[in-house]
């Protein structure tokens, strides 16, 4: 009986060839991991709703971000400079208007606040300002980009 010596898959291919085989075995690999664990790309992190100041401590003056969380239906809304304004994230969802979520409790930290029970699919709008907590109102000026993500 002859024993025969395995040959790669590889064997008798360019550089090239080889690379884009590697590559498509490992996003083989990786989309099958993907879908075994129950993960969705539309499970991925919706984007930051900066103020108009910018999103994160470096920022400087006036900064602050909301982030919607999907599972749960919540919005971070997190003040990064101690500027004497709140945070709050103007948000629609499904077209419709939704309470202004604000973030009281100081520069540096964020509040979870809820939607309640959302109905998935729906489209959701968002963006961070700057306010004044007490009198209800927005900075003029203040607000980010609209961003958007998928309860």
């Not at 993907?34 to 539309?42: D, E, Y």
């Not at 003040?79 to 604000?102: E, M």
């Not at 809820?114 to 004044?132: F, M, W």
Request: proline share 2%; glycine share 14%; with cysteine.
């Amino acid at each position: 009986m002859q024993v025969r010596k395995a040959r790669s898959i590889f064997a008798g291919r360019s550089a090239l060839a080889k690379r884009r085989s590697a590559f498509t075995v490992a996003a083989a690999g990786a989309a099958l991991a993907l879908a075994m664990s129950g993960a969705s790309p539309a499970a991925a992190a919706a984007p930051d709703a900066c103020t108009a100041y910018g999103c994160y401590t470096g920022d400087g003056w006036g900064s602050g971000f909301g982030r919607w969380e999907a599972d749960g239906d919540k919005m971070w809304v997190c003040d990064r400079h101690a500027d004497g304004y709140s945070v709050v994230v103007l948000a629609d969802i499904g077209g419709v208007s939704q309470s202004k979520k604000w973030h009281t409790g100081g520069a540096g930290s964020c509040t979870e606040r809820s939607y309640g029970d959302v109905r998935e699919g729906q489209t959701i709008e968002y963006q961070a300002c700057l306010g004044d907590y007490s009198e209800g109102t927005i900075r003029p000026g203040s607000c980010g980009n609209l961003e958007w993500s998928v309860t």
